[in-house]
């Protein structure tokens, strides 16, 4: 029941809005804070990776801090794919823009896993943080394969 | 290629499994993560400033909203000044490995301003925001003075 209090507290702060392309003051701002979020993600995402495929020891606090930071992370890049950023040094693939309501609901739906598996991750039980590893893994690959180019 | 693949996950799984600024695959990894954390921070530290000095109208929740993801990223660069990540695309001043002392100083005491910031932002009153934020910028200018190549 406290795991079940716990994921719907997390998928309600995955609500977090912070809108408006507008925040950037060019396009090139947008396409790097989008890049340079992602990056910093990733760094702590295959952190957290490396111990839910055993190939590092595992290790609940770095797991639970490492998941911290990437559940702030996840909120942050989507609000920089607004109109004007799909020229560039970018990778984003046009059905971005013109899937714009599938491309939403890919981001919403990795930010709800995310949060499941910082929720896993509080927990301090590695099967938890292996089931929802694999499950949000998923996501992630799903959406570079639809909307990045490789 | 597998077997490449598989030695290269081997050898960066030993890295992770290293503490503090061993965690990068590459002294190119940790630069770019140090680049990226600073510039997303910079982002929604930027907001906040706007609202600070007046050029925007004070929002209390959106305040709110940039000083948590500036405290995240507050924590993160630091990790990320190990030994041999003084060369390259960089503009890390010799300093930072010769007076490592004062620089984690600098950065100890950047996280604290932040930590006054984002309490002062919590109160919801626009004066303490102001006041909050000037004593951290002074932060940020010496720290850029004294570490950062122009």
């Given at each position: ?5 716990s994921l719907?507290s997390a998928a309600?702060a ?101 949060a499941k598996?910082n929720a ?31």
């Open positions: 029941m406290k795991m079940i209090l719907l309600m995955v609500t977090l809005a912070l809108p408006a392309q507008a925040q950037f003051a060019k396009p090139e701002d947008a396409i790097k804070y989008r890049k340079n979020s992602l990056f910093v993600m990733q760094q702590h995402w295959a952190r957290v990776g490396a111990m839910a495929t055993g190939k590092i020891p595992f290790d609940a606090k770095q797991a639970q801090d490492n998941m911290e930071v990437v559940s702030t992370l996840a909120k942050l890049p989507w609000a920089a794919f607004g109109e004007g950023t799909d020229k560039g040094d970018t990778r984003a693939k046009p059905e971005i823009w013109k899937e714009s309501v599938k491309f939403k609901e890919a981001a919403d739906k990795f930010q709800i896993e995310v598996v896993a991750a509080k927990t301090g039980n590695l099967d938890n943080l292996k089931t929802a590893f694999g499950s949000a893994g998923s996501s992630c690959k799903a959406c570079h394969d639809s909307f990045r180019k490789d």
